[in-house]
């Protein structure tokens, strides 16, 4: 099991740009779940899917921000026009739903942003 | 609304000594609680778990017991070491069963030889 991978691991990149962030979930889960990790805000959820729909996204900050899931395997977290303000690490965890319970979040290394 | 305090870190502590991180939980209906742990680096892992009340959680020394009447669920080890330095999360899940977890501030451990 190659565990919840994500990319890049580090992206800099100027106020204005696009830049979008990779997840691939762990083989047979269902429920992919984005955060965004700060000093001063610590771990904040920003948007989660369950079986490729988004359920809850109340916790993107912005217009500016928007995420997709093509496949039931892949997401991606798209900032676009990107600010120094969104530079965080961006950790995607993915987990499996169902009727008798739900496995535990696992998270991938996550994406450290800087936007300058 | 669901919410999670953690005491406020960092917390030193020498090798070999006793560890307590304060957790208490604001929450509808009967969550299940969580310790997460985050290494320099890495995204976090699941430490240990309590799914309903009474029920003791335990991994790698670390254990911790998820008490309604408190609403708590403190983190504790009794001989720490140099490896168990690390940023530690109380959670709990959403107890309408989305599958979402919330998380407290995080607690920094140091432990120093």
């Known amino acids: 099991d190659a565990g919840v991978i994500q990319s890049p691991r580090h992206e800099v990149t100027e106020m204005g740009q696009e830049v979008t962030l990779r997840c691939k979930l762990i083989?047979?889960?269902?429920?992919l779940f984005w955060y965004r990790q700060t000093m001063m805000r610590g771990l904040e959820l920003l948007i989660y899917?369950?079986?490729?729909?988004?359920?809850?996204d109340s916790g993107m900050p912005e217009d500016r921000f928007s995420a997709k899931m093509p496949n039931a395997s892949f997401s991606t977290l798209k900032i676009q026009p990107s600010e120094p303000r969104d530079s965080a690490v961006y950790f995607c965890?993915?987990?499996?739903?169902?009727?008798?319970?739900?496995?535990?979040?696992?998270f991938g290394n996550g994406t450290r942003l800087t936007v300058t | 609304g669901n919410s999670v305090t953690q005491m406020e870190g960092p917390v030193t502590l020498s090798e070999e000594a006793f560890l307590t991180i304060n957790c208490t939980y604001t929450?509808?209906?009967?969550?299940?609680l969580f310790w997460y742990v985050q290494y320099p680096g890495e995204g976090l892992q699941l430490l240990l778990k309590?799914?309903?009340?009474?029920d003791k959680g335990s991994n790698k020394g670390f254990e911790a017991t998820y008490r309604k009447e408190t609403t708590s669920f403190h983190l504790e080890k009794g001989s720490v070491q140099v490896s168990d330095s690390a940023v530690y999360f109380c959670?709990?899940?959403?107890?309408?069963?989305?599958?979402?977890?919330?998380f407290g501030q995080g607690t920094t451990l140091q432990v120093k030889p």
């Open positions: 959670a709990l899940s959403d107890p309408s069963n989305t599958g979402k977890l919330i």
């Open positions: 309590a799914t309903k009340a009474d």
């Open positions: 965890a993915s987990s499996s739903q169902g009727q008798v319970g739900n496995s535990p979040l696992h």
């Open positions: 929450a509808t209906g009967y969550p299940s």
């Open positions: 083989s047979g889960h269902n429920s």
């Open positions: 899917f369950n079986n490729n729909v988004p359920i809850d």
